[in-house]
């Protein structure tokens, strides 16, 4: 567990109570050892002397201490006076000067020079250092092997189902391990038991945290959560025993649920010759198989885990007895993408206008986090222009913030800059009208966004697909090639630079039509690529693994595809030179332009006619 917020308090106060005392006993010390010591001048120190009254001495490098045959007026026996220089002590008396000389603090002043700062170290130690260490990772030699997980008993987790939508599948596969938390008996009565471990995969932010916290909310149990790479630390062995110490709070606690997020830092795929870190890791992995070993499920702890990346796990994980179970939470369909919008747009107070099925038509492929994004940036769109509710427009504007980026409008242009930007863009939307199987177009703009786009075609799914067929990805390449086939028709061939990012695209699509899905007759209908095993976007780039003689045919395939697409496009944009020239002047004079604002936009009845695949 994480470090005990009690043990800190209690080490603090140890370090009261230890000053406290000493501090007592340098007091008690100092009262018993000075409260019978009188302090003289020097001149009454040699009067004594003289009248045969000082019985011993003790002759410091700066005092003087003894004892009397004959008490004080003070009813004292015990003496201390400064030691003088007796040439001066005797000057000084021939005039009668009393000589009173400071004494030395002795011991106890020794004592306390050394006592009270080693003191204060100790409690400055203790209120910086320790929490220094915490957050460094360390929280002391005798915690270092200590679980660092959050736990959050019964009443924390405020969290339940009803916070979560948008994974129907995904509750109701979890909906067994409720049921077993809350009656284990009468759900194991025929010998099933619930399955050790439970694997969440999916996108990021899709919610498989907020999923296994509602499992616990719904439960009404203990939940440790913790991340995979709490575990892993620069020394040897402290992984392994963290894990055990993990285990053994949660059967303690049981029953409970323990929650790693983001197993892959704890459980990637071991590999030989391992040391060092890498040695660490896997003993750390090894504790943890061990310990989903020899647990036993019926005594009510259940093993969370989420990850986007199930491709690197360890094969030994994943078998039967250990995680037994995977469940995928992925991207939210159209009708998820509603029940989610209606779950968050409970924060704010949106206006009469606001058509969320709308919304979720025009935020295909966002998740869950992405559409908790979408509202609040909605609302901070609504909160600048100083409006009383959210409006259906701060939610457009809020999907083209998302989508395209921030507005520069600080960035301009040229006169020629902008013209050519306008025709680019409106190349895009009106082959993007021209063609089926297309998004529509929303909104065309020479307004610059995000890091290097001068202009951008705002182009939304008004719903999901899982299929695409050869002529809607010809056609896709084609709507990309349109801004490079307007220039090149406009401008005779002197094309720009603005075409990058589209070839990237087109290249894109292409390269996949080729080695993944067959499309092309000379290569054949075989794949060159590997199967696609990652959620993240990042880890999807294409490799071709072919022989020299097809990788080349690949490339002619490759660019073959997307000179088709560039020829159909500009013969779109010939047949309907008239449109564009309007739209284009229309839109430098706007900056912005949408379907209902320009009816060229809209999809025409030729969008019916189909390119040669």
């Not at 409970?256 to 890791?281: H, Q, V």
């Not at 086939?485 to 094309?495: H, N």
């Not at 020299?548 to 030179?577: F, P, Q």
């Amino acid at each position: 567990m994480e470090s005990d917020p009690s043990s800190r308090k209690q080490t603090v106060a140890i370090g009261y109570f230890v000053a406290a005392g000493i501090a007592m006993l340098l007091l008690q010390w100092a009262l018993a050892t000075y409260g019978q010591i009188d302090t003289i001048p020097y001149s009454q120190f040699e009067q004594l002397v003289d009248q045969g009254n000082v019985a011993e001495v003790s002759v410091g490098q700066d005092m003087i201490q003894g004892k009397l045959k004959d008490k004080l007026p003070s009813g004292k026996s015990a003496f201390v006076t400064a030691r003088v220089d007796a040439a001066l002590a005797e000057k000084l008396a021939a005039k009668g000067v009393t000589v009173t000389g400071v004494p030395s603090g002795g011991l106890i002043q020794t004592a306390l020079s050394w006592v009270v700062p080693a003191l204060m170290f100790y409690l400055l130690w203790i209120f910086f250092g320790r929490r220094l260490a915490d957050r460094q990772g360390f929280g002391g030699l005798m915690s270092i092997g200590k679980s660092r997980a959050k736990v959050y008993v019964e009443t924390d987790v405020k969290v339940s189902f009803a916070d979560v939508a948008g994974v129907d599948e995904a509750k109701f596969e979890l909906q067994e391990v409720v049921s077993f938390l809350k009656d284990p008996t009468s759900y194991g009565r025929l010998g099933a038991h619930v399955p050790k471990g439970i694997l969440l995969v999916g996108p990021p932010g899709t919610g498989k945290t907020l999923l296994a916290r509602a499992v616990a909310g719904e439960a009404g149990v203990a939940f440790f959560s913790i991340s995979g790479s709490e575990f892993v630390e620069m020394f040897v062995g402290v992984g392994a025993a963290r894990v055990r110490d993990l285990f053994e709070q949660a059967r303690k606690a049981a029953p409970c649920i323990i929650f790693i997020d983001e197993l892959d830092a704890l459980g990637r795929s071991r590999m030989p010759g391992g040391f060092g870190g890498t040695d660490e890791k896997e003993q750390t992995l090894n504790q943890l198989l061990s310990e989903l070993d020899g647990f036993d499920p019926s005594v009510g702890v259940i093993l969370l885990a989420a990850t986007n990346r199930p491709e690197i796990l360890d094969p030994a994980l994943l078998r039967a007895g250990r995680f037994d179970r995977q469940v995928l939470v992925d991207r939210p369909d159209r009708s998820g993408r509603v029940a989610i919008l209606k779950v968050h747009i409970r924060k704010i107070q949106a206006g009469k206008d606001v058509d969320l099925d709308k919304i979720a038509s025009l935020t295909a492929g966002f998740t869950g986090a992405d559409l908790a994004n979408l509202i609040n940036e909605a609302a901070i769109a609504a909160t600048r222009r100083r409006a009383g509710e959210v409006g259906f427009d701060d939610f457009t504007v809020a999907i083209e913030r998302i989508v395209a980026g921030l507005e520069k409008k600080s960035r301009v242009l040229s006169k020629a800059e902008r013209r050519r930007v306008a025709y680019h863009e409106m190349g895009h939307a009106l082959v993007a009208a021209s063609l089926p199987g297309v998004d529509p177009v929303q909104k065309v703009s020479i307004i610059p966004r995000g890091v290097g786009a001068l202009g951008y075609t705002m182009q939304r799914p008004t719903e999901d697909r899982f299929l695409l067929t050869q002529s809607e990805l010809n056609n896709r390449i084609a709507v990309l090639m349109g801004g490079r086939a307007s220039e090149q028709l406009i401008f005779d061939g002197d094309v720009s630079t603005g075409a990058a990012d589209d070839l990237q695209r087109a290249t894109e699509i292409a390269v996949e039509m080729v080695t993944k899905y067959g499309m092309d007759g000379k290569v054949g209908q075989r794949t060159y690529a590997p199967r696609p095993q990652s959620f993240l976007p990042a880890m999807q780039d294409t490799v071709v693994s072919a022989a020299e003689a097809t990788a080349r045919e690949i490339d002619l395939a490759v660019r073959d595809l997307i000179e088709a697409g560039g020829a159909s496009a500009r013969e779109i944009l010939e047949r309907r030179r008239g449109d564009l020239d309007a739209g284009v002047q229309l839109l430098i004079a706007k900056e912005t332009l949408t379907a209902e604002e320009f009816t060229p936009l809209r999809a025409t009845p030729r969008a019916a006619e189909k390119l040669d695949a």
